[in-house]
């Protein structure tokens, strides 16, 4: 019988960057109306949408062999889980996302100590709860079903809440007072899957195409023909990720040079490489970067 990888795909707001994430390390994810059960075009994956928040406690479980949530709600679960690799994408940025402490802007409270006695909602109340005993504060935490901004001042003293950029804590005139925790996607296995060695290679097969293609992302191959005797001037304008590939061609007098670098300044070096003597100049897109 052939091994069957059960892979737990985050619902909701990371549903779609965890798609397009697949999509460029080469496999296809198909979501289908009113189905938890998208498809993926690899005959040993089966595929369940489940939320970020369920994840690690269901793959500790055994309901799912390996799947993707956040650092945070592996913290908050307290899942026993081994953890694959890192993922730094997200919604918005590949920053880490934050849970910060929050208040309203006129509110007279400073620092953790002041929550003394206080009253707190927060989606992630294991988190919080861990949080206030590291620094010797009681206060009520009571679970946040959602529109966890608009409640301070009249239904609670502050908030433990997620943000990445703060645009919304700021519309909502909260001013944060500290950092509980800082988190980025992971890919988790079940520890009895992982130990299983045709579960285990497929997992660290996907591990190894998903860290390829982010390290491809905003990053371009280029490719160009140089003069032998402009050969070191080019090479000195390339701020190549690793060193800078240098083949024959038939004419002796020329040579092959190619290198991946960052997008953001391939305009800049463009211009520089032609006038270094360059020529056949060609960039390209990348899926995957594989160290």
Not at 129 to 138: M, P, W
Not at 170 to 189: C, M, W, Y
Request: with cysteine; hydrophobic share 40%.
């Amino acid at each position: 019988m052939s091994t069957i990888l059960k892979l737990g795909i985050p619902a909701g707001s990371l549903q779609e960057a965890t798609a397009e994430l697949y999509r460029r390390a080469g496999y296809r994810i198909t979501f289908h109306a009113r189905s938890y059960y998208p498809t993926i075009d690899d005959e040993r994956i089966e595929c369940l949408l489940i939320r970020a928040q369920e994840m690690a406690r269901y793959v500790e479980q055994g309901v799912l062999d390996c799947g993707l949530t956040g650092h945070d709600w592996i913290m908050e679960t307290g899942a026993d889980v081994h953890e694959v690799a890192e993922l730094i994408f997200s919604k918005v940025s590949r920053r880490p996302v934050r849970w910060v402490l929050c208040v309203p802007e006129s509110s007279p409270i400073r620092t953790v100590k002041d929550l003394q006695g206080k009253r707190i909602a927060t989606e992630a109340v294991g988190l919080t709860t861990r949080y206030l005993e590291k620094h010797g504060v009681t206060a009520q935490v009571e679970f946040s079903w959602g529109a966890t901004e608009v409640k301070p001042p009249k239904l609670v003293d502050a908030i433990v809440e997620v943000t990445e950029t703060g645009s919304s804590l700021k519309a909502n005139d909260l001013r944060i007072i500290d950092e509980v925790l800082q988190s980025t996607p992971r890919l988790i296995a079940n520890h009895a899957a992982y130990a299983d060695p045709a579960k285990r290679q497929i997992i660290d097969d996907m591990a190894l195409m998903l860290g390829g293609a982010m390290a491809a992302e905003g990053k371009v191959g280029l490719m160009m023909n140089v003069p032998r005797g402009s050969l070191q001037k080019v090479l000195s304008l390339l701020p190549a990720l690793l060193k800078p590939t240098v083949a024959n061609l038939s004419d002796e007098e020329w040579c092959d040079v190619s290198t991946i670098l960052d997008e953001s300044i391939v305009r800049q070096i463009i211009p520089r490489l032609k006038a270094a003597g360059a020529r056949g100049i060609v960039e390209y897109p990348l899926n995957k970067v594989i160290d």
